[in-house]
């Protein structure tokens, strides 16, 4: 009936413990609840939860959860779950931070109310609503202050490419599906990368954009000649409207071609790309550079829940 009222140096529990607070190490089987604080470390078979702060270590089979501040490493089969995470590690397949954090996320899914100016996100999958740090994964999604486009571009090759763009305007993923059907040969390519953006000045940005593709060409049906696209880009977005821009600007674009199986009429596959003499040539591979030309949805603005008075800003 006391145990939420003590605080234990040292607490060694079969199952699971219940305490006030925890001031070196608790080991438990199963369980360790702890009403108020820890300074020290506690390992838990299943879960660790404290109800306010933790400074130190946390190691759990399913997850550890801190109401108040976390500051330390947290390790743990599934879950970490903390309400600010001042500094240090989270590793886990998902990790949570519901305030500010100003640490280290690693997992498969990392989301964070608002990511600090030491904070970083490295994952597959991740959520903030707002960040002052690049998060770095697959599919990152800033919600408030972040960087979002949908793209319907040309180039000198494909009729129509789509792109989506998500991440914060120093570090952004780019997924991309690009088509020309009205060419002899059809081709299609799926696309994956990453990019930086730069705000030249009132409502103009400039991208550096970096894109590897799967590209494959329609033979009359018969079969598909494959090839890896892998293009730098240049552009220069211009705001037209609230929502809405333009964009422009050359690429340097290397084709690898797959020679094999190759009919025996055709002497290279992705013959006519790019419709012009290429600076460099080979029967495995193409150089040239190109020139990209689109329109930009961006998303909407907010204001961050963290700071309600700055100003708005074009991101």
Known sequence: MLSGSIDNRISINLIAGYSGGVRMVEFGGVFNFVRNNVSGTQMGGFSNIVGDNVEGNQFAGFGNIVGGMFTGRQFAGFLNVSGTFRKGLQMAPLNIVLKESNGLQMGVVNYATKIGLTGHQVGLFNLADSAERAPFGLISIVRSNGYRRFELSTDENRAANLYFKTGIKQFYNI?????????????????????????????????????????????????????????????????????????????????????????????????????????????????????????????????????????????
Not at 182 to 200: E, F, M, Q, V
Not at 250 to 257: A, E, N, V
């Open 175 to 315: 997924f991309m599906i690009g088509i020309n059907p009205i060419r002899t040969l059809p081709t299609a390519d799926l696309g994956y990368g990453i990019g930086r953006a730069y705000r030249l000045g009132k409502a103009w940005m400039f991208n550096t954009d970096i894109v590897a593709h799967f590209f494959a060409e329609n033979d009359y049906g018969e079969h598909f000649n494959t090839g890896g696209l892998y293009q730098i880009d240049f552009g220069f977005e211009k705001q037209i409207a609230r929502r809405t821009a333009v964009v422009f600007g050359p690429s340097l674009k290397f084709m690898s071609l797959n020679n094999e199986d190759l009919p025996s009429w055709q002497t290279k596959p992705f013959k006519g790309i790019p419709p012009y003499d290429s600076i460099l040539s080979g029967r495995d591979y193409t150089f040239w550079i190109g020139i990209n030309l689109g329109l930009r949805i961006m998303q909407k603005t907010r204001i961050p829940k963290f700071n309600r008075k700055q100003n708005r800003s074009y991101n």
